[in-house]
């Protein structure tokens, strides 16, 4: 059965970083599209950013430029650099596995069907 597992979040300062990584158990995520989105309170969950199998990158507005997503196949892990947290960034964050060797764009919720439980992101003075 395929896991994914989120982790990193925390309670930071605005102008911070913080690295989210997402781990997959029961499979290898090398063939899996990853995603990465976000909820904030009494708002939808929306796209962050994604990286396909091949390693192209996708951000939203939201994320270019001070987001990063990378994946590390050796250890099964895909990882979501955050530099320059805003108050705004304060969400729960998920990441989610698409289907084998998907094409993908921006992240898109319809296109995701394996999901993490989140982690939690404050960014708070």
């Known amino acids: 059965q395929v896991q994914l597992e989120e982790s990193g979040g925390g309670l930071v300062q605005p102008g911070s970083s913080l690295r989210l990584s997402c781990t997959a158990s029961?499979?290898?995520?090398?063939?899996?599209?990853i995603g990465w989105f976000r909820q904030a309170p009494g708002k939808e969950r929306e796209g962050v950013s994604a990286?396909?199998?091949?390693?192209?990158?996708y951000y939203t507005e939201s994320a270019k430029g001070r987001f990063t997503i990378s994946r590390d196949n050796a250890k099964n892990t895909v990882y979501l650099q955050m530099n320059s947290l805003k108050a705004e960034d304060t969400a729960v964050y998920y990441c989610?596995?698409?289907?084998?060797?998907?094409?993908?764009?921006?992240?898109?919720?319809?296109?995701?069907?394996?999901w993490g439980q989140g982690t939690q992101v404050t960014v708070s003075s």
């Open positions: 989610a596995a698409a289907a084998p060797r998907a094409r993908i764009g921006l992240p898109r919720i319809r296109d995701y069907n394996i």
């Open positions: 029961g499979v290898a995520l090398d063939d899996y599209p």
């Open positions: 990286v396909s199998h091949g390693g192209s990158t």
